[in-house]
Nanobody
């Protein structure tokens, strides 16, 4: 199984970025997907999650209204559209796949993880 995250970069506060996560080696449409992030010196935290069919999504309060998670099961790809970025969004962003039947926010629910992509937001 491979989850390849991409799309990170250095942007200014208020800018937008779109992260992608290309999945292979698994039946993508059967897995709940999530985005997590980890800032230096901090624990990994949940950002967003999406159901297998893409119709239900969940967000951390800190990103609600600014970030949008989506997926394209035909392309085996997960996305995270990030708007109105803030310096506190600076972190390594990870995509993850969960075969669990319930829950999105706990890292322990996820079976596979990508390598992460760095997002840096300057003020």
């Amino acid at each position: 199984v491979q989850l390849q995250a991409s799309g990170g970069g250095l942007v200014q506060a208020g800018d937008s970025l779109r992260l992608s996560c290309a999945a292979s080696g698994l039946t993508f449409s059967r897995y709940r997907m999530g985005w997590f992030r980890q800032a230096p010196g901090k624990e990994r935290e949940f950002v967003a999650g999406i159901a297998t069919n893409g119709y239900i999504s969940y967000y951390a309060d800190s990103v609600k209204g600014r970030f949008t998670v989506s997926r394209d099961n035909a392309k085996n790809t997960l996305y995270l559209q990030m708007n109105s970025l803030k310096p506190e969004d600076t972190a390594v962003y990870y995509c993850a796949a969960s075969g669990a039947s319930a829950g999105y926010s706990r890292a322990a629910l996820y079976d596979y993880w990508g390598q992460g992509t760095q997002v840096t937001v300057s003020s």
